[in-house]
């Protein structure tokens, strides 16, 4: 299953220069594999390495949109827009796109919040 960013346009000027394109960019979810991409980064770790996913909001504008870092741990951002996102946790951390350490954790800001949740539990409780 693949789940969309939702791109806000006003933030376009944070997220189009890091290659990140409507319609090509998101979170695919199969019952083996996590991969997210934006623009040029990409993350992809087996499924099996995910232990939670949740939703979350309420999100500044200067700590959701772009690619970021976590200010209070190894977490990372793929970020297009502040409606919300999910956080998705890995068992082992994966390589990191950014900075000098691994990710423990990634959020994403796709479209539809509660589905990628939803996709991602579920295929986890399948597995």
């Not at 806000?8 to 979810?29: C, H, N, Q, S």
């Not at 623009?39 to 232990?51: C, D, K, S």
């Not at 939703?55 to 500044?60: L, S």
């Not at 200010?71 to 996102?85: K, V, Y």
């Amino acid at each position: 299953m693949f789940f969309p960013y939702r791109f806000d346009r006003k933030f376009i000027g944070l997220w189009w220069p890091l290659g990140a394109r409507e319609g090509v960019d998101g979170v695919t979810v199969t019952d083996q594999s996590f991969t997210a991409s934006f623009g040029r980064a990409r993350v992809e770790t087996p499924l099996a390495n995910v232990t939670d996913a949740h939703v979350t909001r309420d999100y500044q504008w200067w700590k959701a949109v772009g690619i970021r870092l976590s200010f209070a741990d190894d977490g990372l951002t793929f970020g297009t827009s502040t409606h919300g996102g999910v956080c998705v946790h890995f068992d082992e951390k994966v390589r990191r796109v950014i900075g000098s350490k691994d990710h423990s954790a990634l959020t994403v800001t796709v479209d539809d919040l509660d589905g990628l949740a939803q996709a991602i539990n579920e295929a986890k409780g399948a597995a």
